[in-house]
Nanobody, 126 residues
């Protein structure tokens, strides 16, 4: 069982930055692929970024949704059981609840994630 707890959300002006954190329980968290997803009001939850865990040959590889490329960076500190999402140059379209998720496999998606955090609100004012 893995429990995830996000933090770091808040209100920021357009063009600003935030760093989200996701702390996980569990001794084997490094083996999990982790992802960040977001859900805007009235919209479905969507993929933002993923970082592959050491269960896979491509451990450490990352991928992003197109709108996040060049602005967001996903990283992890296995010693702290923590995953981060550094976000720069935020705009109003980035507003939403951001969720951390984990799966003990090479890839993660909204439908395949095994564990979810409770989410943290990000609001970007224009």
């Amino acid at each position: 069982q893995v429990q995830l707890l996000e933090s770091g959300g808040g209100l920021v002006q357009a063009g600003g930055s935030l760093r989200l954190s996701c702390v996980a329980s569990g001794r084997t968290f490094s083996s999990y692929t982790v992802g960040w997803f977001r859900q805007a009001p009235g919209k479905e939850r969507e993929f933002v970024a993923q970082l592959v865990g050491d269960i896979s040959w491509n451990s450490g590889s990352t991928s992003y949704t197109d709108s996040a490329k060049g602005r967001f960076t996903i990283s992890r500190d296995n010693a702290k059981n923590t995953v981060y999402l550094q976000m720069h140059n935020l705009n109003a379209e980035d507003t939403g609840i951001y969720y951390c998720a984990a799966r003990r496999a090479m890839m993660i998606s909204r439908s395949t994630a095994e564990y979810w955090g409770q989410g943290t609100q990000v609001t970007v004012s224009s």
